[in-house]
């Protein structure tokens, strides 16, 4: 069945006749549910866990993980003798729920993610193989914010003691939208004010998330996209200073501005804002974790002809969730096998691919 709205999606914008992919993989780095144990007495206590592939398998990816998805791509190569590369849209810090839970929640504290992984098993070697896959180019980190929750939000709702969030805070975990059908507020959209002067301090966790980001990797990022929801337009200048060259933007993108209301603006591949940094957008979807589909390599081979019919590169939207097993090894079998069929038909179906990383595309289209 033809998608023509996919179709029209692909028209605007920057075009090329090479056959470029690139996968962009969000939230590495950060925490989710904590542990299957978590998951079992959250869902006891009535948090809809359940509800959703993100708080059913996510959770802080382990030395197996990545160690699992590096052997995966490292098996192939393009026509240029490169393999297929993640850039991984990475978080590079997490609550502090000791230190938050001692101040009775008047204050947030938050613990860079290497902190994170010293007190998670066979976590030991992340940051380690984080850097070994820059090295190998086959897992080369880009900027997704410095945590992956809106602190602001988050922490208001501990003080006004929200039965779900202080559930969750209690088992270390962030996420789960009901419990016992109320809803929950939501609060993992890092960059989403719910007043005005919230956007001064979303300032601050990026400058402060950049920073530690250089540290882990010894670059600055280049390429950022918001966590779950669009940050506000003011934000841009920030990031600028900051080195970031690429935004991810929605083809049709309503930027908050804390008050209820929203700027909107229309984006395509490779427009240049007013600081001259570029837009790149998604145009392919591969989540094997999401039930939405039944062969999602079927839907992404077919989203990725349609991006080549319109002569445009194929970035492929693929989050961390698929690809780890913390919470349920056999969500990571099964993530790692449908990638490794995905990878295997888009060589055999365009055998002149190229595998680049989101900033290499950035770069491709400032030159062009």
Not at 116 to 138: H, Q
């Amino acid at each position: 069945m033809i998608d023509f709205r996919k179709h029209l999606s692909n028209i605007p914008g920057w075009r090329t006749k090479r056959k470029l992919v690139v996968f962009e993989s969000d939230d590495w780095g950060s925490i989710r549910t904590r542990s299957k144990e978590d998951y079992n007495e959250m869902l006891k206590k009535g948090i809809n866990v359940d509800g959703s592939n993100f708080t059913k398998f996510d959770c802080l990816e382990s030395n197996q993980d990545l160690e699992r998805l590096f052997d995966l791509l490292g098996k192939y190569r393009d026509k240029n003798g490169n393999n297929p590369v993640f850039t991984p849209m990475c978080v590079v810090a997490n609550p502090n729920f000791e230190k938050i839970s001692d101040s009775g929640f008047s204050d947030y504290f938050y613990e860079p993610f290497s902190e994170t992984c010293k007190r998670y098993p066979n976590r030991s070697k992340v940051v380690e193989l984080w850097n070994k896959g820059v090295a190998e180019k086959l897992f080369v980190p880009e900027f997704h914010g410095r945590e992956h929750l809106n602190y602001l939000r988050w922490i208001r709702a501990l003080q006004q003691a929200n039965e779900g969030v202080r559930i969750s805070f209690s088992h270390q975990s962030i996420g789960g939208s009901r419990i016992r059908g109320a809803k929950i507020p939501e609060y993992l959209a890092a960059f989403d004010p719910e007043f005005k002067e919230d956007i001064e301090k979303f300032k601050e966790v990026l400058i402060t998330g950049a920073g530690i980001f250089s540290e882990v990797l010894g670059y600055q990022p280049r390429h950022f996209v918001a966590s779950n929801k669009p940050e506000p337009k003011e934000l841009e200048s920030t990031l600028k200073e900051l080195g970031i060259t690429n935004l991810i933007r929605y083809k049709y993108q309503l930027y908050p501005n804390g008050d209820g209301t929203a700027t909107k603006e229309f984006n395509w591949l490779g427009k240049k804002n007013k600081l001259g940094q570029i837009v790149l957008t998604r145009n392919c979807g591969f989540e094997p974790s999401d039930p939405e589909f039944s062969d999602w390599v079927s839907v992404c081979l077919r989203e990725i002809a349609t991006a080549f019919l319109w002569s445009k590169p194929a970035v492929i939207s693929t989050h961390r969730v698929n690809y780890v097993g913390g919470i349920d090894q056999s969500n990571a079998d099964s993530g790692l096998n449908e990638l490794e069929s995905l990878i295997k038909q888009i060589l055999k179906n365009w055998p002149d691919v190229e595998f680049i990383t989101s900033s290499e595309l950035g770069s491709i289209i400032s030159t062009n």
